[in-house]
């Protein structure tokens, strides 16, 4: 049986409180899982990162530079000439 979440202006103060208290726990469950998640997964990320780089080099101003710039919202890609 599932309680039903009581309306925010019906909430006392410790409601208040607790509901917060709630809301910061799992915000601290999903970083820790994430933070864990990215250490395990850090080498494949820098990986893909350096591979996406040589990539934008090897094609030079082709496609590749292009879809890093866009993908990533880089502006130091491009230098006014």
């Known amino acids: ?10 909430l006392t103060f410790t409601g ?3 509901e917060l208290r709630n ?4 915000l ?4 820790i899982a994430l933070f864990v998640a ?6 494949k990320i820098i990986d893909t990162v350096v591979s996406l780089g040589h990539l ?3 094609n030079g101003r082709g496609i590749g530079i292009k879809a890093m710039v866009i993908y990533f919202g880089l502006k130091c890609c491009f230098h006014s000439q």
């Open 38 to 43: 990215g250490m395990f997964l850090s080498d």
């Open 1 to 10: 049986m599932s309680r039903a979440k009581p309306d925010a202006n019906d």
């Open 16 to 18: 208040h409180l607790r």
């Open 56 to 58: 934008c080099i090897l």
């Open 23 to 26: 809301r910061f726990l799992r």
């Open 28 to 31: 601290l469950v999903v970083f």
